[in-house]
């Protein structure tokens, strides 16, 4: 039987949080949460803000150590074997996070040398995942700071792919793009998955999104993984006709937390 | 092997278009750097001695060198986590000793740069004859005393990680420290009597000992036009010493870094703010 994905079991943080002079508390950002992806499989994480979507992706990212838990990501566990699981990992972030200055090509071949690659040959693989992206070739040389958020995500995108891992975390890839950059990226991960059986674990507030990339789709509320299925599933055990219907059955919370903090302002 | 030193030349690279990129500010910090040494160095003219010239000279040049390589590593980490891209950095299979390695290359030839800079801005200011100078010695010194900046470098970077808003301010105290306690433009002995116990400490102290008695400062012997520079053997105390320190400050710098790191991800501090 072919090893999962990704194992997590019984995953634990909390974060101290103090309260006023020498009071403090301590909140549980993952609370418990354990949850398997298979080879190959799109893994979706739906949660509003705060819920801990992006602390268990940063477990995973090996750049929070967890208080208590087993992770095992393709054989490696955490955080005994961070070195070795860093070599199998791609990230996109919510925040396209670059040297703004540098152009996109100094910013990707900066990291595949960091990588260790040869950066003719990674340089070659950029280029062929922003065409892909729907990016023109003539903005390789312009600085990031000149580039739109969706370009900039796109860029993000491929500094994760061109390192070829077998494991994308992708943490809120989608948010804050147009509709027409968002359909690039989900276009492109569809295919992704379909030609190089890349395992995805996306975390998202789209429901759609969800919807379409993913295979199953956990639902995260307050740290704790509520529920978990196939979209159809989760519709079906909460006994509603949506896919955000059965989210707020499932967890007693909205989803969409910052458009509707944009409508109110 | 191929693999590390490609992961070396990534930090090159990333220096190297960042400064590119930045070079207005490039000018501008060493414009400032040679004007405030030679502000310094003509306040001996203005006594018209040359021997107080000479000593200002010196330690405007070498706390230009040490002071800017020990900065360019600490502030390293705090660039980054401005940019938001420590995370990728460590996320990175690179291993820290590489990374720093990296890092303190590049610093390291920054420094030698703005050093070379502020040396012809010296020359050109105070007129000084440098003959006799064991220039040979200078550079073993320098070598030397590069370690223990390195460490101290490293040791400063670590604020950075354990904060993004007040590291970069500690690391700039630190700095500060060194100048004060270091006797880089006056006798140690003229410091507070409570303040004169940690320059024994700083590397800085011992350097600038003894590139002064390898540019025949204070040698009864040095005149205008020719100085009477020290033989190398007659600083091997500060050069033990030197050593000592980058043996230790060197790996302990390297060790304190790791283990913050590991600190930082146990408490979440890595997160990107601001």
Same mark, same amino acid.
């Given at each position: 039987?072919?090893?999962?994905?990704?194992q997590?079991?019984n995953?634990r943080?909390?974060?101290?949080?103090r309260?006023?002079?020498?009071?403090?508390?301590?909140?549980?950002?993952?609370?418990?949460?354990?949850?398997?992806v298979?080879?190959?499989?799109?893994?979706?994480?739906?949660?509003?803000?705060?819920?801990?979507?992006?602390?268990?992706?940063?477990?995973?990212?090996?750049?929070?150590?967890?208080?208590?838990?087993?992770?095992?990501?393709?054989?490696?566990?955490?955080?005994?074997?961070?070195?070795?699981v860093?070599?199998?990992?791609?990230r996109?972030?919510?925040?396209?996070a670059?040297?703004?200055?540098?152009?996109?090509?100094?910013?990707?071949?900066? +990291? $595949?040398?960091?990588?260790? /690659?040869? *950066?003719?040959? !990674?340089?070659?693989?950029?280029?062929? %995942?922003?065409e892909?992206?729907?990016?023109?070739?003539?903005?390789?040389?312009?600085?990031?700071?000149?580039?739109?958020r969706?370009?900039?995500?796109?860029?993000?995108?491929?500094?994760?792919?061109?390192?070829?891992?077998?494991?994308l975390?992708?943490?809120e890839?989608?948010?804050?793009?147009?509709?027409?950059?968002?359909?690039?990226?989900?276009?492109?991960?569809?295919?992704?998955?379909?030609?190089?059986?890349t395992?995805?674990?996306?975390?998202?507030?789209?429901?759609?999104?969800?919807e379409?990339?993913?295979?199953?789709?956990?639902?995260?509320?307050?740290?704790?993984?509520?529920?978990?299925? +196939? $979209?159809?599933?989760?519709? /079906?055990? *909460?006994?509603? !006709?949506?896919?955000?219907?059965?989210? %707020?059955?499932?967890?007693?919370?909205?989803?969409?937390?910052?458009?509707m903090?944009?409508?109110?302002? | 092997?191929?693999?590390?030193l490609?992961?070396?030349?990534?930090?090159?690279?990333?220096?190297?278009?960042?400064?590119?990129r930045?070079?207005?500010?490039?000018?501008?910090?060493?414009?400032?750097?040679?004007?405030?040494?030679a502000?310094?160095?003509?306040?001996?003219?203005?006594?018209?001695?040359?021997?107080?010239?000479?000593?200002?000279?010196?330690?405007?040049?070498?706390?230009?060198?040490?002071?800017?390589?020990?900065?360019?590593?600490?502030?390293?980490i705090?660039?980054?986590?401005?940019?938001g891209?420590?995370?990728?950095?460590?996320?990175?299979?690179?291993?820290?000793?590489?990374?720093l390695?990296?890092?303190?290359?590049?610093s390291?030839?920054?420094?030698?740069?703005?050093?070379?800079?502020v040396?012809?801005?010296?020359?050109?200011f105070?007129?000084?004859?440098?003959?006799?100078?064991?220039?040979?010695?200078?550079?073993?010194?320098?070598?030397?005393?590069?370690?223990?900046?390195?460490?101290?470098?490293?040791?400063?970077?670590?604020?950075?990680?354990?904060?993004?808003?007040?590291?970069a301010?500690?690391?700039?105290?630190?700095?500060?420290?060194?100048?004060?306690?270091?006797?880089?433009?006056?006798?140690?002995?003229?410091?507070?009597?409570?303040?004169?116990?940690?320059?024994?400490?700083?590397?800085?102290?011992?350097?600038?000992?003894?590139?002064r008695?390898?540019?025949?400062?204070?040698?009864?012997n040095?005149?205008?036009?020719?100085?009477a520079?020290?033989?190398?053997?007659?600083?091997?105390?500060?050069?033990l010493?030197?050593?000592?320190?980058?043996?230790?400050?060197?790996?302990l710098?390297?060790?304190?870094?790791?283990?913050?790191?590991?600190?930082a991800?146990?408490?979440?501090?890595?997160?990107?703010?601001?």
């Amino acid at each position: 039987m072919q090893q999962p994905a990704i194992q997590v079991r019984n995953l634990r943080k909390s974060f101290r949080k103090r309260n006023g002079f020498r009071k403090k508390s301590e909140l549980w950002a993952i609370d418990n949460v354990s949850f398997t992806v298979g080879q190959g499989e799109t893994y979706g994480l739906l949660g509003p803000n705060g819920s801990g979507k992006s602390s268990l992706i940063r477990v995973l990212s090996t750049l929070l150590i967890a208080d208590s838990g087993y992770v095992n990501m393709l054989g490696l566990t955490l955080p005994e074997q961070q070195d070795e699981v860093r070599k199998i990992i791609g990230r996109v972030s919510v925040d396209a996070a670059f040297y703004k200055k540098l152009s996109a090509r100094e910013n990707l071949l900066y +990291t $595949a040398l960091l990588y260790g /690659q040869n *950066a003719r040959q !990674a340089e070659r693989r950029a280029i062929e %995942i922003l065409e892909q992206l729907g990016m023109e070739n003539a903005k390789f040389s312009t600085p990031l700071e000149e580039m739109s958020r969706g370009m900039q995500q796109k860029i993000s995108i491929a500094r994760a792919l061109m390192i070829n891992p077998p494991l994308l975390l992708l943490d809120e890839p989608t948010t804050g793009l147009d509709p027409k950059s968002r359909r690039d990226v989900q276009l492109f991960l569809e295919k992704l998955q379909s030609r190089e059986g890349t395992t995805i674990l996306l975390t998202t507030h789209d429901m759609a999104e969800a919807e379409r990339l993913c295979v199953r789709i956990g639902f995260l509320a307050k740290g704790k993984l509520v529920a978990e299925g +196939t $979209a159809m599933q989760l519709m /079906q055990h *909460a006994g509603a !006709a949506t896919l955000d219907d059965a989210f %707020i059955k499932l967890t007693g919370e909205e989803l969409v937390e910052e458009e509707m903090v944009l409508v109110e302002g | 092997m191929e693999a590390t030193l490609r992961q070396t030349w990534a930090f090159l690279f990333r220096g190297w278009h960042i400064t590119r990129r930045y070079i207005g500010w490039v000018v501008v910090f060493n414009f400032y750097a040679l004007v405030t040494s030679a502000t310094v160095a003509l306040i001996g003219v203005a006594q018209g001695n040359y021997q107080l010239t000479l000593t200002l000279v010196v330690g405007a040049l070498l706390w230009n060198y040490l002071s800017w390589l020990y900065n360019e590593i600490a502030m390293s980490i705090a660039y980054e986590r401005w940019e938001g891209t420590l995370e990728y950095t460590f996320m990175a299979p690179v291993s820290r000793a590489v990374h720093l390695f990296g890092v303190s290359l590049f610093s390291l030839l920054n420094s030698i740069v703005t050093s070379i800079i502020v040396l012809v801005g010296l020359m050109l200011f105070t007129n000084l004859n440098l003959r006799g100078v064991n220039f040979f010695g200078v550079l073993v010194v320098l070598a030397v005393s590069t370690m223990a900046f390195v460490g101290l470098g490293l040791f400063a970077a670590v604020f950075p990680v354990m904060s993004a808003e007040r590291g970069a301010e500690a690391t700039h105290i630190f700095q500060g420290s060194l100048l004060l306690v270091s006797g880089v433009y006056y006798p140690i002995d003229v410091l507070p009597g409570w303040l004169q116990p940690l320059s024994a400490i700083s590397p800085a102290t011992y350097t600038l000992s003894a590139c002064r008695k390898l540019f025949g400062v204070g040698n009864s012997n040095s005149t205008p036009e020719y100085l009477a520079g020290a033989p190398l053997s007659a600083v091997t105390h500060e050069l033990l010493i030197l050593a000592l320190m980058g043996a230790i400050l060197l790996p302990l710098g390297l060790f304190a870094f790791v283990r913050i790191e590991a600190w930082a991800k146990k408490t979440g501090k890595l997160k990107r703010t601001g």
